[in-house]
């Protein structure tokens, strides 16, 4: 069965730092978005991506985040300076176009560990 | 309590018991959907019902769906210890362009001895 996978699994990077979390969503999907889960907290929306630019957007994702689908497979999410607070489980997902009543498909995550 | 709001926040029972979660949501919604997460993996799409759908089985997963009561519950029969996870429910808010993210509860922590 076609998933999102998300590399890497696990990224340490220092405060300040930029990082990258690479997603490739499943292939014929038009629906992207990125969520973040704080340590023990809920999963939150951070931005949702379609027909090349960003359709929606939560308070969370400020000048510091920025997403980008380079080419045909790859959904990407920058984060410009972390911060230590930045430090979560980052999950992207995909959804089929269809009708409004699909589920999204997330993949494993990238822990980001700012340090 | 918030949109998506789960309850009981964790719940322990034996094997071969069923499991009842709970959920509540603010605002009219698409859907709502239910997933599982695995201690430090992903989230797992489990079932989706629609708002004018009252009720949906999934092999041993039964959802209810009251949007009087903006209210839905997962129930998991015959559970087995490889049901512990936690469980999600997540909605879809109602919107013209069915673009809407998905908003999240904050879990039930099942754990199933066996």
């Known amino acids: 069965e076609p998933e999102v996978t998300q590399t890497p699994s696990h990224q340490v990077t220092q405060m300040g730092q930029e990082v990258i979390l690479r997603c490739v969503p499943i292939s014929n999907h038009l629906y992207f978005y990125w969520y973040r889960q704080i340590l023990g907290q809920k999963v939150e929306f951070l931005v949702s991506f379609y027909n090349n630019e960003i359709s929606e957007k939560s308070e969370i994702f400020d000048d510091q985040f920025s997403v980008e689908r380079p080419d045909g497979s790859n959904f990407t999410l920058k984060i410009r300076s972390t911060k230590l607070e930045d430090s979560a489980m980052y999950f992207c997902a995909s959804r089929g176009i269809m009708v409004s009543n699909q589920p999204q498909h997330f993949g494993d995550g990238t822990r980001l560990s700012i340090l | ?114």
Not at chain 2, 62 to 84: E, F, G, P, Q, Y
Not at chain 2, 101 to 111: E, K, P, V
């Open chain 2, 1 to 114: 309590s918030q949109q998506g709001e789960e309850d009981p926040q964790a719940l322990s029972i034996q094997e071969g018991e069923n499991a009842t979660m709970n959920c509540s949501y603010k605002t009219s919604i698409n859907n709502l959907q239910w997933y599982r997460q695995n201690s430090g993996r992903g989230l797992v799409h489990l079932i989706l019902i629609r708002s004018n759908e009252r009720e949906k089985h999934s092999g041993r997963l039964r959802v209810t769906l009251d949007t009087s009561k903006k209210s839905s519950s997962l129930l998991i029969t015959a559970s087995r210890a490889a049901d512990t996870a936690s469980y999600f429910c997540a909605t879809a808010e109602r919107s013209d362009t069915g673009r809407r993210a998905l908003t999240f509860g904050s879990g039930t922590r099942l754990q199933v001895q066996p």
